[in-house]
């Protein structure tokens, strides 16, 4: 009977692990910083779909709209280990993603998180207050499937400023501990989620998301 109470136990700890996604209207595309929301023409959440959710890329130049980040509120994330995302992105051969702040450069999706209290400038320890997910974990926007993992213990997150945690690690676990904010940047290898726009018609499509 105790091995059974046991195992009970062990499987309810184990379920409360991860962390499961909202539903689309738990996500919100932004970010909205004191009133204005950086996501040019773009709805506040995105779409449902079955397992996920979805969104329209605007189309064709800047001035069209650009979508920067996609988030929802998780609570601490402390003990957590990784955060694992799936997506699906749909468009014609030869679209292209173009970020807004390098149109040079071809356009990505990574991951990222926030510290609550965040004031947006970077200054001080406010500095430590945004993480970005490891380059190698960092994917172009082209037409297919794709997945992100990423382990919270990689030293090479990066701060705002570019810092790794490797040199701060302090300063992540307090990130980690006090999150405000988790989910997708839009962007380039060199701004994350300084916002992307397509050439053509195109439909980004999250099938997956979870913090284990």
Request: charge should be positive; aromatic fraction near 10%.
């Amino acid at each position: 009977m105790k091995k059974i109470l046991l195992a009970s136990v062990l499987a309810l700890g184990t379920a409360v692990v991860a962390a499961a996604a909202p539903a689309a209207s738990g996500w919100e595309i932004g970010p909205i910083i004191r009133g204005k929301n950086h996501s040019v023409n773009m709805p506040l959440a995105p779409r449902p779909e079955r397992g996920g959710w979805s969104f329209d890329f605007p189309v064709g130049s800047k001035a069209a709209g650009h979508v920067h980040y996609v988030t929802f509120r998780p609570g601490s994330l402390a003990g957590k280990s990784r955060i694992v995302m799936r997506y699906r992105v749909d468009a014609r051969a030869g679209t292209r993603f173009v970020p807004q702040a390098n149109p040079d450069r071809a356009g990505t999706v990574s991951l990222y998180f926030q510290r609550r209290g965040d004031n947006w400038n970077a200054r001080g320890h406010y500095q430590y207050y945004r993480w970005y997910a490891p380059a190698a974990s960092v994917k172009e926007l082209a037409p297919g499937v794709g997945e992100i993992s990423v382990s919270l213990d990689d030293p090479q997150w990066i701060s705002v400023l570019g810092q790794p945690a490797a040199k701060s690690p302090g300063a992540m676990r307090e990130a980690l501990a006090d999150v405000e904010r988790v989910g997708l940047v839009f962007g380039s290898s060199n701004a994350r989620g300084h916002g992307v726009y397509a050439t053509a018609p195109a439909k980004f499509t999250m099938t997956g998301f979870r913090i284990d």
